[in-house]
């Protein structure tokens, strides 16, 4: 369980006090000057806990990073590998969902919610008895990298493959008309002319 930042221990204190001290004011004063000590050392506890949390440690930009997501990746098993502080922070997260799957169907929701931090989205899953198919639109992360971090998943009895392309923006993967290679969206394109159509899919099994 995560601490609580308590930003009231002086007035909590103060409102301890019994009848026979509670109107003293210099009792409260001599007791406020103590808690305030206390307090001052809670918030400097409370920022070191922020600045080396996953979740609260500052982001900078490249070529600067943050020591402190090194030293998490380390942890969990992660490399850097030359991102930035907010694809690695990304990464972080996949591999720690990764290294706590518990290969049931559930686990794909949260490796697309932890995805979705840097891509535009949106997430699909399909899936059945025998295969897995997960996609990701507009993911910034090396899909490469990704996949080889989902594949470290404990297996849910599936075999997966995760599917990518590199096409630029409107070559969305869509069925255009079989009968007319201008129409669609240029996904799989026309059987009638093989120059039609969006680039291919790459894939990696997981």
Known sequence: MFPRWNTHIVG????????????????????????SECQALENATWQVLTMRSLATAPVQQLPATNAVFDVIGEIVGQPRNGMSDLDYKSLIYLRIASNRATGAVTDWSRFGQILLRTASGPVGFWGDQSSVLFCVSGMAL??????????GAVPNGQRG??????????????????????????????????????????????
């Open 12 to 35: 909590q204190g103060l409102a301890r006090l019994t009848d026979q001290f509670v109107r003293q004011p210099n009792i409260r004063t001599w007791l406020a000057t103590l808690l």
């Open 142 to 151: 090396n899909a490469i990298v990704v996949a080889q971090v989902l594949a």
């Open 161 to 206: 493959v995760f599917a990518y392309t590199t096409w630029p923006d409107g070559y969305d993967v869509a069925f255009g008309s079989v009968y007319d290679p201008s129409a669609g969206q240029q996904g799989y394109g026309s059987v009638y002319d093989s120059t039609a159509g969006g680039g291919t899919a790459a894939g990696a099994a997981i």
